[in-house]
């Protein structure tokens, strides 16, 4: 056979690896699609997910469980919670026991939601949310406050600013 000239095998060849690669292209064209219609469509996220922002616990009794002993702020590598301690009035306790959180702050424009300070905290005070919606324009509201981190989190595709997602 001269140089240059093909043998009938790599023809063949040649044609099958051709229609392989048209067999993946036509696969891909009638794949569902699986484009998320966000945030007109939300698939909420397991339950047992805590990948969103923090909420501070209250007891059943309405006390709060933070005693503002400061360990999640310390465990914080992003050092994103401020805690500000102080005693309780024993006439009328914010929390049970002697202390409790008179200011309490996360800065979620330094929070990596890595979940040290859920993990550090002794009376399972603070915990994750699934709520994965923080954007914000500000600075001040990325900057959550404790009333604010006291109550639940807005259901998703609520949030300010979703809608226009
Ligand atoms: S989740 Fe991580 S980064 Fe965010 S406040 Fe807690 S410890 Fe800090
Ligand atoms: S949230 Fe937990 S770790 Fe943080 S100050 Fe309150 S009790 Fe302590």
Redesign the pocket.
């Given at each position: 056979m001269s140089r240059g000239e093909q043998r009938p095998q790599d023809f063949l060849g040649g044609l099958a690896a051709a229609a392989r690669g048209m067999g993946v292209v036509i696969k891909q064209v009638f794949r569902p699609d699986v484009t998320e219609r966000y945030p007109q469509q939300i698939d909420e996220p397991p339950p047992r997910s805590h990948i969103g922002r923090?909420l501070l616990n209250r007891y059943e009794n309405g006390l709060e469980k933070c005693i503002g002993c400061e360990l999640?702020a310390y465990?914080?590598?992003?050092d994103?919670?401020w805690v500000e301690g102080a005693d309780n009035d024993p006439e009328n306790p914010v929390s049970p026991g002697e202390r409790h959180a008179k200011d309490y702050q996360?800065n979620y424009l330094?929070?990596?939601?890595?979940?040290?300070?859920?993990e550090a905290c002794p009376t399972r005070a603070l915990t994750?949310t699934h709520a994965y919606e923080m954007a914000f324009t500000s600075r001040e509201d990325a900057i959550f406050t404790k009333e604010q981190l006291l109550e639940p989190p807005l259901p998703l595709g609520t949030a300010p600013g979703t809608q226009e997602g």
């Open positions: 923090h999640c465990a914080c590598p992003a994103a919670i996360i330094r929070c990596i939601m890595c979940g040290l300070c859920v994750m």
